[in-house]
């Protein structure tokens, strides 16, 4: 899922790009910060206009009177100015630093990689570090003059908070062998809603929420229907909800069968949205889309449930990238594009 990150990342003006081997994810991940900043160094850094403080000779900004009159009385010929500093030491400039010293100082990676990103961050000079575990991520705001950073953000939110951990020694951290499994769960909704909505431009492709098709209107302590991925061409609609478990089926008496929550989930979202649509001529299909695992029996069904189709299907991640495009591709075509 990661490679997709850095697959886009490597594409520019050349057609073809070669394959590169990664031992682990410590130097994939340098991969993707050191090719996506490069990419925003030639685009120049992001800067924002940052208040400052300061005790000045001369007049800058605007004068803060009473500390002005502190320093006249403290015999300090000095105004206290107050102005805004167009500067490149911001909170995300502080985020990609930090965690490029994080990656540059970790024997995982690779010293190609550390050289790459030790080179990049002579451009950040003027950046301060920043305490990665301390980030409230959900305050950091994107728009048009830094939208280029989200991605690279979101790399940096998933290594400091699903592999970075504090270490003994004062100020240094450690890196994790792995994502924590709640990451990984993200990281794969998040994959198959980048996918669908960078491949497939003609069908609209959001993470968009279901109305409850209530009699009374009463909404009153009912939960939110939040779905992973909902792709729609008019009157078409499939909604997925990604699943990435440990065991794709759960067992009772040793028969296999889909967890009965994700079912009745997938069932409630679909027959939902259906609703919607009134007496208009449509089709809405629901998918439970699990990562495959090692196990023997992974489901692979379609249901016709109460005039809507229900399928169970897995997405096998443990192979080439152009395979795993290639089933991502199949489920729109069989969905969207093939005659039924």
């Not at 697959?7 to 991940?29: A, R, S």
């Not at 925003?40 to 009159?69: A, D, F």
């Not at 998040?190 to 669908?196: A, G, P, S, T, V």
């Not at 699990?290 to 029996?297: G, L, Q």
């Amino acid at each position: 899922m990661l490679s997709y990150a850095f697959h886009f990342l490597n594409q520019g003006e050349d057609e073809f790009i070669e394959k590169e081997e990664f031992e682990n994810i410590h130097n994939l991940f340098a991969a993707i910060l050191s090719r996506g900043i490069g990419r925003q160094l030639k685009h120049g850094i992001y800067r924002e206009y940052i208040s400052r403080h300061e005790n000045l000779p001369v007049m800058r900004g605007k004068i803060n009177i009473q500390n002005t009159v502190n320093n006249r009385i403290q015999n300090k010929q000095l105004l206290s100015c107050e102005y805004d500093e167009l500067s490149e030491n911001n909170i995300l400039n502080q985020i990609l630093k930090s965690t490029a010293v994080n990656l540059i100082r970790s024997n995982d990676v690779k010293s190609g990689y550390r050289e790459q990103l030790s080179k990049q961050m002579l451009y950040f000079s003027e950046v301060d570090e920043t305490d990665l575990l301390s980030v409230k991520w959900g305050d950091l705001r994107f728009h048009r003059n830094n939208q280029s950073y989200r991605m690279l953000i979101s790399v940096c939110q998933l290594i400091s908070e699903g592999m970075l951990q504090k270490s003994d020694k004062k100020g240094e951290y450690r890196f994790s062998e792995f994502i924590d499994d709640q990451r990984m769960c993200r990281l794969y909704e998040k994959f198959l809603l980048e996918y669908f909505t960078r491949h497939f431009p003609e069908l609209s492709v959001n993470a968009s929420q279901i109305p409850w098709a209530l009699d009374d209107g009463a909404v009153t302590m009912l939960p939110v229907m939040q779905t992973d991925i909902t792709i729609e061409k008019d009157s078409k609609v499939l909604i997925i909800d990604a699943k990435y478990y440990s065991h794709t089926t759960q067992v009772q008496f040793d028969k296999h069968t889909v967890h009965s929550a994700n079912m009745y989930q997938i069932f409630t979202y679909v027959k939902n949205r259906d609703y919607q649509f009134g007496d208009e001529e449509r089709s809405v299909a629901g998918m439970l889309l699990y990562a495959k695992t090692d196990e023997e029996i992974q489901p692979d069904e379609d249901y016709q449930m109460s005039g809507n189709k229900i399928s169970v299907k897995t997405l096998d991640l443990n192979t080439d990238f152009s395979e795993i495009s290639s089933q991502l591709n199949t489920i729109v075509y069989n969905e969207f594009m093939k005659e039924k």
